[in-house]
């Protein structure tokens, strides 16, 4: 079975930064799309970046400049670096990708997700 693990979150003051990963593992024949989500309690979900498999990224315009994406197509990895921290990013980091478990059908996956909590 598909997982993806999401690493790397925890308590930052305001202006520091955090690195994110998500690892992929088990029956993976090619990543296509991998993002990250975030969600705050009373909130709903919203996409943070994407990337493609070819590498070309997307961001939310709240977030553009402060946060870059990134991927190891060798290591079935996902990063997300996050700078200039602020309280209003506080939330649970999701990290979902669209995996080929078979030739020419993918299916969506998500992992568990990893607190960032950013203090004033």
């Known amino acids: 079975q598909v997982r993806l693990v999401e690493s790397g979150g925890g308590l930052v003051q305001a202006g520091g930064s955090l690195r994110l990963t998500c690892a992929a593992s088990?029956?993976?024949?090619?990543?296509?799309?991998m993002r990250w989500y975030r969600q705050a309690p009373g909130k709903q979900r919203e996409l943070v970046a994407l990337?493609?498999?070819?590498?070309?990224?997307n961001y939310a315009e709240s977030l553009k400049g402060r946060v870059t994406i990134s991927r190891d197509n060798a290591e079935n990895t996902v990063y997300l670096q996050m700078n200039s921290l602020k309280p209003e990013d506080t939330g649970v980091y999701y990290c979902?990708?669209?995996?080929?478990?078979?030739?020419?059908?993918?299916?969506?996956?998500w992992g568990q997700g990893t607190q960032v909590t950013v203090s004033s």
């Open positions: 990337i493609t498999s070819g590498g070309s990224t």
């Open positions: 979902n990708a669209d995996i080929f478990t078979i030739a020419r059908m993918s299916s969506r996956y």
């Open positions: 088990g029956t993976i024949l090619s990543i296509d799309f």
